[in-house]
């Protein structure tokens, strides 16, 4: 199974609504990262977590905050956030990202979020 | 990080080979090549990687320049659901590296 599943697959919330992203993989990865990706742009890096510990954080506002609570789950936790906030937001594993050189990364679908 | 340069789109025919091109001509000897490609209201999905020679899975195949200054993805036989955008992406082979999706090529197929 090489799936990694993001609920819900679309989120509108008003800028004073608090939500969570979540993200699932059973493919044994210790690597998971979020992206953000605005229309008709390519993706770009939020957060990677490496053996459940945060490991690059590319300098994200404190309005988003990722969490991983085991090695299968991620969240993204939301508040007070921005219209341009609204965005796709990819989740994605892989294998250990000290391979990352030759390493896969496998995407969920994403989440559709518009805030309001 | 070094760059890549692709076309912003192209087109070809259904049922036919398609070629697309990659410059990074900053690439160093540690610096591994990979394509990943988006369609349509999906996340990306990993197509080949290489650092030298030229590879080949069941989804395409990687031309890789002598002086590694290029690369060229190659669809043997375009169907529509080859249709995507297609990422062109350097990582370093020190770890711990993130993929840094540039423009890449929006790719469309004509039936």
């Known amino acids: 199974d090489t799936e990694v599943t993001q609920t819900p697959k679309h989120l509108v919330m008003g800028m004073t609504n608090k939500k969570s992203l979540k993200c699932e993989q059973h493919?044994?990865?210790?690597?998971m990262y979020w992206y953000k990706q605005k229309a008709k742009k390519p993706p770009e890096l939020m957060f990677v977590?490496?053996?459940?510990?945060?490991?690059i954080n590319e300098s994200v506002p404190s309005r988003f905050s990722p969490e991983c609570p085991n090695s299968s789950l991620l969240n993204l936790h939301l508040h007070a956030l921005q219209p341009e906030d609204s965005a796709l937001y990819l989740c994605?594993?892989?294998?250990?990202?000290?391979?990352?050189?030759?390493?896969?990364?496998?995407f969920g679908p994403g989440t559709r979020l518009t805030v309001l | 990080d070094a760059k890549t340069t692709q076309p912003n789109s192209m087109e070809s025919n259904e049922e036919e080979p398609v070629h697309l091109p990659c410059n990074h001509s900053?690439?160093?000897?540690?610096?591994?090549i990979h394509w990943y490609r988006q369609l349509p209201s999906q996340g990306p999905e990993y197509v080949i990687h290489?650092?030298?020679s030229n590879v080949n899975n069941r989804m395409a195949s990687l031309a890789i320049a002598e002086d590694r200054k290029s690369s060229t993805l190659i669809l043997h036989r375009a169907t529509l659901r080859d249709a995507a955008v297609y990422y062109c992406?350097?990582?370093?082979?020190?770890?711990?590296?993130?993929?840094?999706f540039g423009t890449g090529t929006r790719l469309t197929i004509i039936p």
């Open positions: 994605a594993s892989s294998q250990d990202l000290r391979f990352s050189s030759t390493d896969t990364q496998y």
């Open positions: 493919m044994g990865h210790r690597a």
């Open positions: 977590y490496s053996y459940e510990k945060l490991s």
């Open positions: 900053t690439i160093s000897g540690t610096d591994y």
């Open positions: 290489g650092l030298t």
């Open positions: 992406i350097l990582i370093s082979n020190f770890g711990n590296e993130k993929l840094t």
